[in-house]
């Protein structure tokens, strides 16, 4: 059984069109090139090398917030107590001043000096002139100290040493008090602190480097089999396809999304041999008897009328050419989606009542009976002229391979979040193994070699249903009869 394209009711010449808003591509300068290769990047536009600094830095960055952090929770508590305990010392040393006055507070001074056994407190108690010395182990004021600093860090004579030391400044009336601590081994911890910071910063950049290496190597290792089967294919090896490394990571989906591109272009590259093929092959028989026609009409007919009927009869045999054309044409522009623009919404119900109306008359000359099963209703969104087409080639071919007293139905519904738009007759069907083929242009079963049609009918159906994003299912129309008929389901997204 074949299943031919639909009648000329519908037929009309078809321009292929470019999608609205599409921009003809340009190709690239190499592209325009014969055996053009591109090379390996360029280290700076390399992806290895971008996502290689980035690990780099993201690694760097980690790293240096990693050793701020523990700055501040070593040297920075360090610094932090001290002036906490300097200034709870300051805070005891005022009180006292304000219980006993200055005497009293010298002799806290010299009591806290008195057991003093690390010798790292610092105290200097003078006058407001800064010419006498009452209490304290500083023998003079230390010059160069900010006039209005109450915090200092600065270099000390302590017991005949200059150490760093961290002081409080405290006026009183008619005194100059100065608390602090020496700092000459938290000075020294600090500094064994920077060199640790300053080895483990290189140690961060060794690492980071060496990551960064290892990120591109791995890269470049992982995209290896991409670059081999597309060199592959660019030479001419269009069987070559992307080996997978097992571990079901995103390289390997997408090396089977590729392998699934590349299987498709194969198809379609097979299609178009076929089609070639095909046409050289179902074209050339009515043409050539179109033309041995005219021919034998020229040199032979004795009378107008003969001739007539003879150029009649190949402007027919044309016309079914220029018919098969517009159908290539047709479910081409349908395969390229360059249809897809014009999709709006619409009812589908009355496009199908007016399909069956008009294919009515053809049933009912040929002895059928067309019966329908609409709903109300059946919003859809798409191609109101293509899904039209598409159901009228089912209808046209359904009642050309029913027999006399045969009955052809046409049904629709929505069955959950698609709409099944169903065509069923009670021809011979076609067979499992034929089914697999149904869809392929110029496609005929062997029953249907003498039945007049292209093959092409049910090729636009099908790519119709692609466009929509749709899909196509055969079955008997009634299992286990025979002959069983065929049952064609078109089925359809529900907006």
């Known amino acids: 059984m074949a299943w031919g394209q639909a009648g000329a009711w ?95 507070l010298a002799e806290a001074i010299e009591e806290r000096l008195a057991v003093d056994v690390e010798n790292e407190l610092i105290y200097l108690l003078m006058d407001i002139e800064g010419q006498r010395r009452l209490a304290g182990n500083l023998d003079r004021w230390p010059a160069g100290l900010p006039a209005d600093a109450a915090w200092i860090r600065t270099r000390v004579l302590h017991d005949g040493l200059a150490t760093e030391a961290r002081l409080h400044r405290v006026e009183l009336p008619g005194l100059r008090l100065l608390v602090g601590r020496d700092e000459t081994e938290r000075s020294q911890l600090r500094r064994l602190l ?9 140690a961060v950049a060794v690492f980071a480097l060496a990551g960064a290496w290892l990120i591109r190597h791995a890269l470049q290792t992982w995209m290896g089999p991409a670059f081999v089967t ?43 041999r076929g089609v070639s093929d095909a046409i050289a092959h179902d074209l050339r028989t009515p043409i050539a008897r179109a033309r041995a026609k005219l021919e034998d009409a020229l040199a032979t007919s004795p009378d107008e009328e003969a001739l007539r009927a003879a ?47 008009i294919y009515d008359a053809m049933a009912e000359a040929r002895g059928q009976r067309l019966r329908t099963a609409l709903p109300a209703t059946l919003e859809v969104i798409g191609d109101r002229d293509l899904l039209l087409q598409a159901v009228a080639n089912l209808l046209d071919n359904a009642i050309k391979f029913t027999p006399p007293d045969g ?89």
């Open 311 to 357: 150029v009649e009869q190949g402007i027919a045999d044309l016309d079914g050419i220029s018919r098969i054309f517009q159908a290539l044409l047709r479910i081409a522009e349908a395969e390229a989606g360059a249809r897809r623009a014009a999709f709006a919404p619409f009812d589908l119900a009355p496009v199908l009542a007016d399909a069956a109306e």
């Open 230 to 272: 597309t060199a592959a294919i660019a030479g001419g090896d269009l069987s070559s396809r992307v080996a997978l490394s097992g571990r079901g990571d995103e390289f390997d989906r997408l090396a089977q999304t590729l392998n699934t591109m590349l299987d498709r272009i194969g198809t379609l590259m097979e299609g178009v």
């Open 407 to 495: 009955s052809v139905e046409l049904t629709a519904r929505q069955a959950g979040a698609a709409i099944e738009v169903a065509v069923a007759d009670d021809g011979p069907g076609i067979s499992p193994e034929d089914r697999n083929h149904v869809g392929e242009r110029f496609f005929r079963a062997d029953k249907a070699r003498a039945t007049p049609g292209s093959g092409l009918g049910l090729s636009l159906v099908r790519a119709v249903a692609h466009l929509h994003a749709g899909e196509v299912r055969l079955e008997d129309a009634v299992a286990g009869r025979d002959p069983p008929g065929l049952r064609f389901v078109l089925r359809l997204p529900a907006p």
């Open 10 to 104: 519908r037929q009309r010449p078809l321009k292929a069109v470019r999608p609205r808003g599409a921009i003809p591509r340009r190709k690239p300068p190499e592209a325009s090139l014969p055996g053009t290769v591109l090379g390996p990047p360029r280290l700076l536009k390399s992806a290895g090398f971008r996502f290689a600094a980035l690990f780099a830095a993201m690694f760097a960055i980690a790293a240096i917030a990693l050793v701020a952090v523990l700055w501040w929770a070593t040297a920075g508590a360090l610094d932090r107590q001290t002036d906490a305990t300097v200034r709870a010392d300051a805070i005891a040393l005022t009180e006292r001043w304000r219980d006993a006055g200055a005497t009293g």
């Open 194 to 202: 920077t060199e640790g910071v300053v080895w483990a910063s290189g």
